[in-house]
């Protein structure tokens, strides 16, 4: 399992590339948890990979957070045959996508590209977006619509 230490300087780098600025915390934990959080801010009742809770605008130096299921990186990097580390790098990427603006539900695949040149780049798989849109279809891969 990736350490707390290489997944904050993970984090740190994305953010740098991506250009946003401020702190950003990230959450691994289970479905469950992740469940709870989905029906308390998405009135969503389910597990999904990956949420991202944007900063209130006068929260000064804190750009947000992220929650990342396990269970469900475990099981797509299975389905894609590569690490869960990999695969919640992969997943942390795409909520820092959506903290700094970007919403892949509603642009024109800005998002998708960027975050396409973004995982060459951070030497990462095959990107959550690329993954849901059918590039790849092994089994069913968790979507997300991760803004809140």
Known sequence: MVTEQALERFAARACRIVGL???VTVLVTG??????????????????DVLSF???PFSGSFAGDIAVSVDIAARNA??????TDDEIRV??????????????????????EKER????????????????????????????????
Request: hydrophobic letters at 35%.
């Open 21 to 23: 600025r401020g702190r």
């Open 31 to 48: 479905s469950r948890e992740i469940r709870a959080l989905n029906a308390r801010f998405r009135n969503e009742r389910h597990a999904t």
């Open 54 to 56: 944007p900063a209130l």
């Open 78 to 83: 299975r389905q894609l045959g590569h690490s």
């Open 91 to 112: 997943l942390v990427l795409h909520g820092i996508l959506h903290l700094a603006g970007y919403d892949h539900e509603r642009d024109s695949g800005e998002m998708s």
């Open 117 to 148: 040149l973004l995982r060459r780049r951070l030497k990462l798989p095959a990107a959550l977006i690329e993954r849901a849109s059918g590039a790849r279809k092994p089994g069913k891969l968790s979507r997300t619509r991760p803004r809140v």
